[in-house]
């Protein structure tokens, strides 16, 4: 037995066909946690970080297939992790590599000017480039309502810069930045903060075709692919 993070392996497909191409010195930043929301008898904080790995288009698949592991080998405060809290996530936006490069020489360099002596210089660098965003291409409103009607979105921007992911607890509604119309361009994120959805930047995507809690997120109502309902 095995843990199961991929769910429909032609949803990922096509889900890693739609991520942008990566310039030079760009890498894709994926991370899989365990969630207590998603199972809330499991004893630990919200979010226990299992993996996390750096990868371009061509390998993705092959690296998430390798996170299958043996079920029971994640384990959190050395109790197996339970396959029913686990989620897989994506930064759909590049990270960039080479000034992720100088900022982490920042951040080290300070913690040994503090004389840190517990930090591990790995997760120190991942942490930085999971900040890093190297080409701002998509803005990602996290809609946390299963009943919202996405009909409010029509006359706020143009559908055909909009993906959008139906997740277990709502949407995802990423916004194609180099899509969006010029009637548009000066009020569309005012307007959609308006209706009471959160952006808070750079955030985090549950990976369509893989588990989210017992749940797979999916496309919907989008002019680039087929519902997968």
């Not at 997760?123 to 080409?135: A, F, H, K, L, Y």
């Amino acid at each position: 037995m095995t843990y199961q993070i991929i769910k429909d392996a032609d949803l990922l497909g096509a889900f890693i066909d739609w991520l942008p191409d990566l310039e030079e010195g760009e890498k894709f930043y994926c991370c899989l946690f365990a969630r207590k929301k998603y199972l809330p008898s499991m004893k630990s904080s919200d979010k226990s970080q299992l993996r996390r790995f750096l990868s371009d288009k061509k390998r993705l698949f092959n690296k998430i297939e390798q996170l299958e592991a043996k079920l029971g080998a994640y384990k959190i405060k050395g109790e197996p992790a339970p396959q029913e809290a686990l989620v897989l996530y994506i930064n759909p936006n590049p990270r960039g590599l080479k000034k992720a490069s100088f900022e982490s020489i920042i951040q080290l360099t300070e913690l040994l000017k503090r004389d840190s002596r517990n930090f591990n210089p790995q997760q120190e660098v991942m942490s930085v480039i999971q900040r890093t965003v190297g080409r701002k291409i998509y803005l990602d409103f996290d809609i946390d309502d299963k009943d919202f009607d996405l009909d409010r979105l029509n006359g706020i921007v143009n559908r055909s810069c909009l993906t959008i992911v139906q997740t277990r607890g709502g949407y995802h509604v990423l916004v194609k930045l180099s899509e969006v119309q010029p009637q548009y361009k000066k009020t569309f994120y005012q307007q959609m903060l308006a209706l009471g959805v959160d952006q808070t930047g750079d955030q985090l995507l549950p990976v369509p075709g893989c588990t989210q809690g017992g749940y797979m997120p999916r496309f919907i109502n989008s002019n680039s692919f087929l519902d997968f309902f």
